[in-house]
């Protein structure tokens, strides 16, 4: 018994010695019920500052791969990590695009104003066509988003015509002129963007009458059934979902597929905000002017923040589980069998431009701590998938948390695209349920859950775990108990740095990347983790 306690003993002052923590981890895979969905890996891309527009479609003299206008670079890459579904074209712009300015032959079509970033204008030169030739370049699904707010049900009805069918009709006629024979059987279709905001202003009871009238004329063509989005709350606002899940459930009207929630990850404005729960200020940024005014006041800087903000940011960051929480609780009230899905359309971190870049353009560096919070989301959406079925990231290249950078010619991936890198083995891989308690990040007196994960098991047996660990000094020590896994082999990968603020440049774009990582034993039937600080982890067991 003295022996016991002599040996327990010296591993609580070695740990501390260490600055290390120690935790029981139990991957169950004989509780499996879910699958990932591999659409939670989706990404975003409106007609923003350098997205669209010398980001993926570059002027033609640009000496890099291309098809027609479309960088080719960007395709490959992005091909890599298996992206399944693109989202276009906005966000706030979505709400004042017509589609039609942007079909036909490229000299001829009109121009506009972009009011909502930075009043450039737009030429339409990418427009319907060229984005789904951009899907089928990357072979992944369109996710378009219809005009609700400033449109019309006309246009919007005609659109899904041009889009979707294959019988005689002036759609049909219309793109084959314009160069497209069969249609493109685009099926996930979002109607508005945060119509609450820049989508319109409505209440949430008016966005219903109106998504119910939309959806009627937004016919299903033979081989294309529509999956409707409607346009979901920011945030914590559970009225909004509460009132749209009421008027469109499941057996009502209005073929409700999906219901589309934005969240965005804000660095706290001065010392490290404020403890869960006390998220007055959180709200009121969030509403449609709160979303307005975070445009034109300072967020944080994307790479030059003190630790006291790195916890606070990572507080706002961890908040989405309660929101996906609290509306799985109201969707659940009108659909227990969980058949609308809960989509997460935007999501990231959303910090100040970098400076000497147009305000508006919302360029933003990326670094160490965005790459932490990139794979502890998607660890929450991973384990939540039985109701989050698809989710975007804001926005794949040249916008907030892009995992993609250019400049002129040159082309960078950032610590973002690497999570994704990493966690693209969970893609339509079953769930398997994790359970641990996690040790504190603690800052101050103020302290977060430091690790998070999430497993699945493919279609061959290949058990794959993702964790991540916030604390910035302490490496934690994890043994996992593995249920009904047969195994014998380890190996894994790892994304670290020196610092939480360690970027990916144009002239260092190795400096925060994949590495092999060499800290998983198999000891008897137990796996034994040591996971660095700031790190996340992805293994493979075999
Ligand atoms: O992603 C940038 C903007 O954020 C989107 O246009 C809008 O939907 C959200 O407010």
Sequence with gaps: ??????????????????????????????????????????HFSEHLGRCIYDGYWVDPSMPVPKYDRIRLDIVEALKKIKIPNLRWPGGC????????????????????????WGNVTEDNSFGTHEFLTLCELLNCEPFIVGNLGSGTVEEMSKWVEYLNFDGISPMTNLRKQN??????????????????GCGGNMTPE????????????????????????????????????????????????????????????????GGFGQPQGGQAGQAQREGAQGQQQQQVQSQGSATNFTEATYFGTMRNALRIENYIKGHDSVMTKYDPQKRVALVVGEWGIWCDPEPGTNPRFLFQQNSLRDALIAGTTLNIFNNHCDRVKMAQLAQT?????????????????????????????????????????????????????????????????????????????????VNITLNGVKWSTVTGQVLTSAKITDINTFEKPDNVVIRKFDGARKQGEMLNVVMPSKSVVMLELK
């Design 1 to 42: 018994m003295k022996k016991f306690f002599f040996t327990l003993i010296m591993v609580i002052v070695t740990l501390k010695a260490y600055n290390q923590s120690s935790v029981a981890m139990v991957v169950d895979a004989t509780a499996s019920q879910y699958t990932i969905s591999r659409h939670i890996y989706g």
């Design 93 to 116: 712009f979505a709400d004042e695009y017509h589609w039609r300015d942007g079909i036909g032959p490229r000299d001829q079509r009109p121009t506009m104003v972009n009011t909502n």
């Design 397 to 477: 290249v040249n916008v907030l948390q892009a995992v993609i950078l250019t400049q002129g010619p040159k082309m960078i991936l950032t610590p973002t695209y690497h999570v994704f890198d990493l966690y693209k083995v969970h893609h339509d891989a079953k769930m398997l349920p994790v359970k641990f308690t996690s040790p504190d990040y603690v800052y101050e007196n103020q302290s977060l859950p430091a690790l998070n994960a999430s497993a699945s098991q493919d279609s061959a047996g290949v058990v794959h775990i993702t964790m991540v660990n916030i604390d910035p000094n302490k490496q934690i020590t």
């Design 179 to 196: 160069g497209r024979d069969k249609p493109w059987g685009v099926s996930f279709f979002g109607i508005g963007n945060e119509n609450w």
């Design 206 to 269: 008016y966005y219903v009458t109106q998504f119910r009238q939309y959806s009627t004329f937004l016919k299903n063509y033979p081989g294309a059934p529509l999956r409707r989005i409607a346009c979901g709350p920011s945030g914590g606002n559970y009225t909004w979902t509460d009132v749209v899940m009421a008027g469109l459930a499941p057996g009502g009207r209005g073929n409700l597929w999906g219901i589309d929630l934005h969240y965005y990850t804000r660095p706290p404005r």
